[in-house]
């Protein structure tokens, strides 16, 4: 064995170095290979979130900024693809010759190798930014356009904003999908704005206080020598037909009521604001006579108007009174709407007020109900500290969903299907805040006691919410305001995971009103956000809550 054998051979080494640039470019290109499918993946559902505002502000730049960056990673991948490639080709055409050659051609083989792959690796990488370039380009284009769409806050304005990439792959692909959601974004918001519209065109009929901006707000308030009324309004989504109003007659009588109209949407709303115009021209030439304590007139009016419509299933059911604010004497005619809720501040409690069964407005001629019960004229008189009520099934049927340990949502499996448990049936999915419910929470502000709130199958540690309305002063609007955050909180659920991105709309007046009366306050409502569109509301963030079911309308009125 002589010293030669231990010289490692030059062509030996050269091998071994492009071997290594070989299988480091093959490594790197499969990784690219299989980044870039992903890329795309995540490139589409990143997109996908920034539209459907499933991301906050905050995160949304940061995906962005994520997508941004990913040309730098094409650049590399690309270039250590085309490096791979090159000394793959190189050594396959060289390895062979190698062997066949003397020494000195072998030494002339290496110097052309060593020139060769650097033309190679050069003509690669120049090769690779170029193609990386033409491939990133249309990204950039790509994520500049959902950076507009993500800091356009009135998507409306997106009309006509369309992406318009040329190269006929995925991207192209990719795009064409962007500009689809981005119209289908502006229908939507155009949607909404007429929705607003029609919201706030309803809300125009209930008499509610104004901010700064003339913006009807969800709560309206009148304040007489012998009466104080205080009305409660928050629309689930969409219009409805849920109503109140209350009218000065002559500074002694007032006239008042209560309407819910079966279903919701357009048609629910037209009726609604029907009723109320029939309503208010009723009683502009109203006079304290014999004639206009027969209240069942217009009653009978509302019911032919609607029952010629012919609307398929849309009544209207409600609740119409005089009120004497001197005697306390209060005269009701309903249609279809006979439970009145009276806190009764002699007794301590309160009592449900049946009146008699008659169909809902819209559901029958008038021929065929004056033939039957007709409507009526009821009696029913009020004492000084009493507190009239009357509300729409909005806040009884309030729901909550069931869930177990992990917040996702079951169905009670205590005992057999169908059976009681509890204030739900076995098998079902939700339970509903309840008369019983709502009935205990008055008593409890009017006693300035503490009111608990249990809520079943509820995976938080704290089953049991407790209010604390011992500062009270039994004034109507802290009894309706106890109703409406009780409610809210009643939906409301702490999931350990929710960060800031979990989040919902509270009124300012409810976060103040939970703020001095729940005692768990700072686990459920100590983090905030503004909200920028409607300066009174606000966000509650890291924390969650089951969808709104059904409009809240509460009309209190207390006999001083």
Same mark, same amino acid.
């Given at each position: 064995?002589?010293?030669? *054998?231990?010289?490692?051979?030059?062509?030996?080494?050269?091998?071994?170095?492009?071997?290594?640039?070989?299988?480091? =470019?093959?490594?790197?290109?499969?990784?690219?290979?299989?980044?870039?499918?992903?890329?795309?993946?995540?490139?589409?559902?990143?997109?996908?979130?920034?539209?459907?505002?499933?991301?906050?502000?905050?995160?949304? /730049?940061?995906?962005?900024?994520?997508?941004?960056?990913?040309?730098?990673?094409?650049?590399?991948?690309?270039?250590?693809?085309?490096?791979?490639?090159?000394?793959?080709?190189?050594?396959?055409?060289?390895?062979?010759?190698?062997?066949?050659?003397?020494?000195?051609? @072998?030494?002339? +083989? +290496?110097?052309?190798?060593?020139?060769?792959?650097?033309?190679?690796?050069?003509?690669?990488?120049?090769?690779?930014?170029?193609?990386?370039?033409?491939?990133?380009?249309? $990204?950039?284009?790509?994520?500049?356009?959902?950076?507009?769409?993500?800091? &356009?806050?009135?998507?409306?304005?997106?009309?006509?904003?369309?992406?318009?990439?040329?190269?006929?792959?995925?991207?192209?692909?990719?795009?064409?999908?962007?500009?689809?959601?981005?119209?289908?974004?502006?229908?939507?918001?155009?949607?909404?704005?007429?929705?607003?519209? =029609? /919201?706030?065109?309803?809300?125009?009929?209930?008499?509610?206080?104004?901010?700064?901006?003339?913006?009807?707000?969800?709560?309206?308030?009148?304040? %007489?020598?012998?009466?104080?009324?205080?009305?409660?309004?928050?629309?689930?989504?969409?219009?409805?037909?849920?109503?109140?109003?209350?009218?000065?007659?002559?500074?002694?009588?007032?006239?008042?009521?209560? #309407?819910?109209?079966?279903?919701?949407?357009?048609?629910?709303?037209?009726?609604?604001?029907?009723?109320?115009?029939?309503?208010?021209?009723?009683?502009?030439?109203?006079?304290? *006579?014999?004639?206009?304590?027969?209240?069942?007139?217009?009653?009978?009016?509302?019911?032919?108007? $609607?029952?010629?419509?012919? !609307?398929?299933?849309?009544?209207?059911? !409600?609740?119409?009174?005089?009120?004497?604010?001197? %005697?306390?004497?209060?005269?009701?005619?309903?249609?279809?709407?006979?439970?009145?809720?009276?806190?009764?501040?002699?007794?301590?409690?309160?009592? %449900? $007020?049946?009146?008699?069964?008659?169909?809902?407005?819209?559901?029958?001629?008038?021929?065929?109900?004056?033939?039957? #019960?007709?409507?009526?004229?009821?009696?029913?008189?009020?004492?000084?500290?009493?507190?009239?009520?009357?509300?729409?099934?909005?806040?009884?049927?309030?729901?909550?969903?069931?869930?177990?340990?992990?917040?996702?949502?079951?169905?009670?499996?205590?005992?057999?299907?169908? &059976?009681?448990?509890?204030?739900?049936?076995?098998?079902?999915?939700?339970?509903?805040?309840?008369?019983? @419910?709502?009935?205990?929470?008055?008593?409890?502000?009017?006693?300035?006691?503490?009111?608990?709130?249990?809520?079943?199958?509820?995976?938080?540690?704290?089953?049991?919410?407790?209010?604390?309305?011992?500062?009270?002063?039994?004034?109507?609007?802290?009894?309706?305001?106890?109703?409406?955050?009780?409610? /809210?909180?009643?939906?409301?659920?702490?999931?350990?995971?929710? *960060?800031?991105?979990?989040?919902?709309?509270?009124?300012?007046?409810?976060?103040?009103?939970?703020?001095?009366?729940?005692?768990?306050?700072?686990?459920? #409502?100590?983090?905030?956000?503004?909200?920028?569109?409607?300066?009174?509301?606000?966000?509650?963030?890291?924390?969650?809550?089951?969808?709104?079911?059904?409009?809240?309308?509460?009309?209190?009125?207390?006999?001083?």
């Amino acid at each position: 064995m002589t010293i030669q *054998d231990f010289v490692i051979n030059p062509a030996a080494l050269l091998a071994i170095v492009l071997a290594a640039f070989f299988i480091l =470019g093959i490594l790197a290109a499969i990784k690219g290979i299989g980044g870039n499918i992903t890329e795309k993946t995540a490139i589409r559902q990143k997109a996908l979130a920034i539209f459907t505002g499933d991301l906050a502000l905050k995160k949304k /730049k940061q995906k962005t900024a994520g997508m941004q960056k990913r040309g730098k990673g094409l650049r590399f991948k690309l270039s250590a693809f085309t490096i791979g490639l090159a000394l793959l080709t190189v050594i396959s055409i060289s390895a062979p010759m190698y062997h066949m050659m003397t020494a000195m051609q @072998r030494e002339t +083989l +290496l110097r052309t190798i060593l020139i060769t792959s650097l033309a190679a690796l050069l003509i690669g990488i120049a090769g690779a930014l170029i193609l990386s370039t033409l491939i990133i380009k249309p $990204i950039k284009k790509l994520t500049n356009h959902i950076e507009i769409i993500r800091d &356009t806050e009135d998507k409306k304005k997106l009309a006509g904003i369309d992406i318009n990439i040329k190269t006929k792959d995925e991207i192209a692909i990719l795009g064409s999908t962007i500009n689809d959601m981005t119209h289908g974004l502006v229908k939507a918001a155009l949607a909404a704005s007429d929705l607003l519209i =029609g /919201k706030e065109i309803q809300k125009k009929f209930i008499p509610l206080d104004l901010d700064s901006s003339g913006n009807k707000q969800t709560s309206g308030f009148k304040n %007489t020598e012998d009466l104080d009324f205080f009305g409660y309004y928050e629309g689930a989504k969409g219009v409805s037909g849920d109503y109140f109003d209350f009218k000065d007659l002559d500074g002694r009588f007032y006239a008042v009521i209560k #309407c819910d109209v079966a279903g919701k949407g357009i048609p629910a709303a037209f009726i609604m604001i029907q009723v109320a115009t029939m309503f208010i021209n009723h009683f502009k030439q109203w006079k304290p *006579d014999a004639r206009g304590m027969h209240i069942e007139e217009v009653v009978y009016h509302i019911n032919d108007f $609607i029952e010629v419509l012919g !609307f398929k299933g849309r009544f209207a059911a !409600f609740t119409l009174c005089i009120f004497d604010s001197k %005697t306390g004497v209060v005269r009701f005619c309903n249609a279809g709407d006979n439970i009145v809720h009276l806190y009764d501040a002699s007794e301590g409690r309160v009592k %449900t $007020i049946t009146l008699p069964e008659t169909p809902a407005a819209g559901a029958l001629p008038n021929s065929m109900i004056e033939a039957t #019960c007709g409507y009526s004229v009821q009696t029913i008189t009020i004492d000084h500290g009493d507190i009239l009520l009357l509300y729409t099934d909005g806040i009884e049927e309030a729901k909550r969903k069931f869930r177990d340990s992990e917040f996702r949502e079951i169905n009670c499996t205590e005992g057999s299907v169908d &059976t009681p448990h509890e204030n739900h049936q076995s098998g079902q999915a939700n339970e509903e805040m309840t008369p019983q @419910r709502v009935e205990d929470i008055i008593n409890a502000v009017m006693a300035k006691d503490i009111y608990t709130l249990k809520k079943h199958h509820n995976p938080e540690g704290e089953a049991e919410l407790q209010f604390d309305f011992s500062t009270c002063e039994g004034k109507v609007e802290e009894v309706i305001m106890a109703m409406v955050s009780a409610e /809210k909180m009643f939906r409301c659920y702490k999931n350990p995971k929710a *960060d800031e991105e979990a989040r919902f709309l509270v009124d300012k007046k409810v976060d103040t009103f939970l703020k001095n009366h729940f005692q768990q306050y700072r686990r459920y #409502c100590s983090n905030t956000a503004e909200y920028p569109d409607n300066d009174a509301y606000m966000y509650y963030t890291h924390v969650n809550e089951d969808e709104q079911y059904d409009d809240l309308t509460i009309l209190g009125i207390k006999r001083k």
